[in-house]
């Protein structure tokens, strides 16, 4: 537990002279005494071991899972111990925003370095510093794409999340979102679907399946849009890069890459572009350049300090950046390297098929025809709730039951033979 830290009156007493003021009381002077609160309705305060012993029986309400297969957009990977060794430094967690360039190259070069990454995962040529989330990225990156035709396209199949911030994000910008059915759970784009500023299209989609987002591209560019891709970045390792698919933009969520499921967040967007889109692109980025005794240093480049901040003059309302969040992803590439992520990606993607095969052997239907990459859907007869239950009371969390027939699974490197094996005799018994 952190250090618990108080203050006593004899303290209290000397910070109070040294800026000169009586009481805590004259600190609010200004404040006009009809709009002072009396008294906080608050209790008490707790010593440390009150507050230990409180934090820890709350802890114990968790639920705590000796395996998971629900991904949905938060994934269950093998950190590697050092990724938390190295992001844990103080240095790294204290770190402010770089704008003082002189007083911090490490994490303008910890950031480069995340950049670089990105675009190596993404094949595109300049990434930003990041986002609050995926679902935040992929807004913004149809909005700097729709900055003429005021039209974003996309389909019902992709992450739900992100359809809730695509909608707020667009529609206040007066840009019409058009929503197209998916059919047999995959995204098709119709020739005739007229002028847009962006299509926006995830692969794998909600469904765990593989898109052809190379035709979505051609009929995509054909109606003068631009596509914007939403690809977990782990898929990249085996299939190919967005820029490969014909993304204009590519954007996700990176929370995968070394940082825990942590509840839901905090977690990171990534976004990456073409030189021909970067200026475009918002958000902060770090560029490499030479101090004035020629050694290497790092910069915010590219855009003017604050701009975020013009309000309708602005690019984007994105003013900061997942600093410690991208270092953790730098950190987790840098360990696992090329090699290791495509072990990871593979082991994720055989996994998935061999729990697919073994469900199906057991009475459940695959709900859509087509390749995946580590999450499938189910059909179940009514008997999603049941299945789930059965898991848990195993201390295994399934999937998502998205209805009362229909369970998305998801495996990771983590599911190991024996726990998915557990998993079909429990799911065999309940059908």
Aim: aromatic share 6%; net charge negative; charged share 20%.
């Amino acid at each position: 537990m952190a250090d618990y830290l108080s203050l006593t009156e004899a303290e209290k007493r000397e910070m109070l002279d040294a800026i000169g003021v009586d009481s805590v009381e004259d600190l609010f002077e200004d404040v006009p005494k009809s709009l002072r609160v009396k008294k906080l309705n608050l209790p008490q305060g707790k010593s440390q071991q009150e507050t230990y012993n409180f934090m820890r029986a709350l802890s114990k309400r968790n639920k705590v899972y000796d395996s998971i297969f629900l991904g949905a957009g938060s994934y269950d990977h093998f950190i590697p111990s050092v990724v938390k060794s190295v992001c844990s430094r103080s240095e790294f967690v204290t770190a402010y925003t770089p704008y003082q360039a002189e007083m911090s190259q490490g994490i303008l070069q910890a950031i480069f370095e995340y950049q670089t990454m990105i675009c190596n995962l993404t094949g595109m040529d300049v990434s930003n510093a990041s986002h609050y989330s995926g679902a935040t990225a992929a807004a913004e990156g149809c909005i700097m794409s729709a900055d003429k035709v005021k039209r974003v396209v996309t389909f019902d199949n992709i992450n739900p999340d992100v359809m809730d911030v695509l909608s707020t994000y667009l529609t206040s910008r007066g840009i019409e979102l058009k929503v197209l059915d998916s059919v047999d759970g995959k995204a098709v784009l119709p020739d005739d679907v007229g002028a847009m500023g962006a299509v926006y299209v995830e692969n794998p989609n909600f469904y765990g399946l593989i898109e052809d987002t190379t035709s979505i591209a051609e009929t995509c560019h054909a109606n003068g849009g631009k596509l914007v891709l939403g690809m977990n970045p782990v898929a990249m390792a085996i299939m190919a890069s967005p820029r490969e698919q014909g993304a204009d933009v590519a954007v996700g969520e990176a929370q995968p890459l070394g940082l825990p499921m942590s509840f839901g967040g905090p977690y990171i967007g990534y976004m990456a572009t073409t030189s021909k889109e970067m200026r475009k692109m918002p958000g902060r980025i770090v560029g490499e350049t030479t101090d004035s005794e020629g050694n290497r240093a790092y910069v915010l480049t590219l855009q003017a300090r604050e701009q975020h901040i013009r309000r309708e003059r602005a690019t984007s309302n994105i003013c900061s950046n997942e600093a410690l969040c991208a270092l953790t992803v730098s950190v987790y590439l840098a360990s696992v390297g090329a090699e290791g992520l495509k072990e990871v990606a593979t082991a994720c993607t055989s996994n998935a098929h061999y729990l697919a095969k073994g469900l199906v052997e057991k009475g459940a239907k695959l709900c859509f025809n087509g390749e995946f990459f580590h999450e499938f859907v189910t059909l179940t007869e009514g008997k999603a709730e049941e299945i789930l239950t059965a898991l848990a009371i195993e201390n295994i969390l399934g999937g998502l039951m998205i209805d009362r027939d229909t369970i998305l699974w998801c495996c990771t490197e983590k599911a190991t033979k024996e726990t998915m094996d557990k998993v079909l005799e429990i799911v065999g018994g309940v059908l």
